[in-house]
């Protein structure tokens, strides 16, 4: 059975940080790229993150420079740091495994997905 279990969601004030993790079972990720999307209340969930299999990594422009994508050694592991965190990254946090040999932003790319952490971000 795979599994995406993502942790570490929780509140937090504005400019503090966050770490969360999405750890793989069942599923071998050779070459999956491992990516973060969140979903805020009433709004259409939007792509935060990628990681490749290569090494390389995107970013939402609305989170570049505060967020760091990053998977383990095994790369069954993925990691999102974020920092500076703003009312507006207030959502619900989800990773994806996406088994294309590129993978973008779009959601239909990614074929596992886990259940979602909370993030609240208060003033």
């Known amino acids: 059975q795979v599994q995406l279990v993502e942790s570490g969601g929780g509140s937090v004030q504005a400019g503090g940080s966050l770490r969360l993790s999405c750890s793989a079972s069942?599923?071998?990720?050779?070459?999956?790229?491992m990516g973060w999307f969140r979903q805020a209340p009433g709004k259409e969930r939007e792509f935060v993150a990628v990681n490749r299999w290569s090494g390389s990594s995107d970013y939402a422009d609305s989170v570049k420079g505060r967020f760091t994508i990053s998977r383990d050694e095994d790369k069954t592991t993925v990691y999102l740091q974020m920092n500076s965190l703003k009312l507006e990254d207030t959502a619900v946090y989800y990773c994806?495994?996406?088994?294309?040999?590129?993978?973008?932003?779009?959601?239909?790319?990614?074929?596992?997905w886990g259940q979602g952490t909370q993030v609240t971000v208060s003033s």
């Open positions: 069942g599923i071998t990720l050779s070459g999956d790229a």
């Open positions: 994806a495994a996406c088994p294309l040999a590129y993978c973008s932003g779009d959601s239909n790319d990614y074929n596992y």
